[in-house]
């Protein structure tokens, strides 16, 4: 099977031969892709709605997986056991839901070896509930996907450094120093969007969002000179 730029992103950060709990399965892609390429030994696929495992079923099937993968239906971390499998990934939601899925299990997620967390928007709110609870971010990476932009990060239970600046919970530190074009892309295109929304808050009542948003593009464009991008 061949994934999605952000799916292979994913499985990317799993080190070989893991067990693996797939949190939000997106329909069995990634156990499929983790046994077919003996990249796990044991894979839980788990959703809180029956449509997605449904299809997952169908599709392991489909490429004659029978073994290795079992299907779990429920919300989050709950249908997991204190020490089940190795890794966890949870991804095709919202920074905040993931912050909310760790927090509503902190016991189980603080037992993985890492946790691999992929959010589809908000990651600045995830880095900031990692940052205050515990966690730490061994890598991260920004892939670009069906026109949208991805960040990727390989958690553990640990104590982060400080996040010096506030662009630096919407950038993360790892990337700064790869300067890949999708990040680059994804600095420009922050910049971009963030102008635009200016532009209207400035006639709003809100002066404390309209200076939020003046320094935190002043920090992005710091960024962006700094690191030559």
Do not use: C, W
Request: charged letters at 30%; proline letters at 2%.
């Amino acid at each position: 099977m061949n994934l999605s730029i952000r799916l292979k992103a994913i499985v990317d950060l799993i080190d070989e031969k893991a067990s693996v709990a797939d949190i939000g399965t997106d329909h069995g892609y990634i156990p499929i892709y983790l046994m077919e390429n003996k990249l796990a030994s044991k894979v839980i696929a788990s959703d809180i709605n029956k449509g997605p495992i449904d299809i997952a079923i169908k599709n392991l099937k489909e490429h004659n997986i029978t073994l290795g993968v079992e299907t779990r239906l429920g919300p989050g971390l709950k249908t997991l056991s204190k020490g089940e499998v190795d890794v966890a990934i949870i991804a095709g939601m919202g920074g905040n839901l993931i912050a909310s899925i760790l927090e509503d299990s902190i016991d189980i997620a603080k037992e993985f070896n890492y946790i691999i967390l992929q959010p589809a928007q908000h990651q600045e709110v995830l880095r900031k509930y990692l940052y205050e609870s515990g966690f730490k971010i061994i890598t991260e990476k920004v892939v670009f996907d069906s026109d949208k932009y991805y960040h990727t990060m390989k958690v553990t239970k640990g104590n982060d450094t400080q996040y010096e600046n506030e662009v630096h919970y919407y950038t993360g530190r790892g990337e700064l120093n790869t300067r890949s074009n999708d990040f680059k892309g994804y600095i420009n295109e922050k910049i971009k969007s963030m102008e635009k929304i200016i532009k209207y808050t400035a006639k709003s009542e809100d002066k404390s969002r309209y200076e939020y948003l003046s320094n935190l593009i002043k920090e992005f464009k710091e960024v962006k000179r700094e690191y030559d991008l």
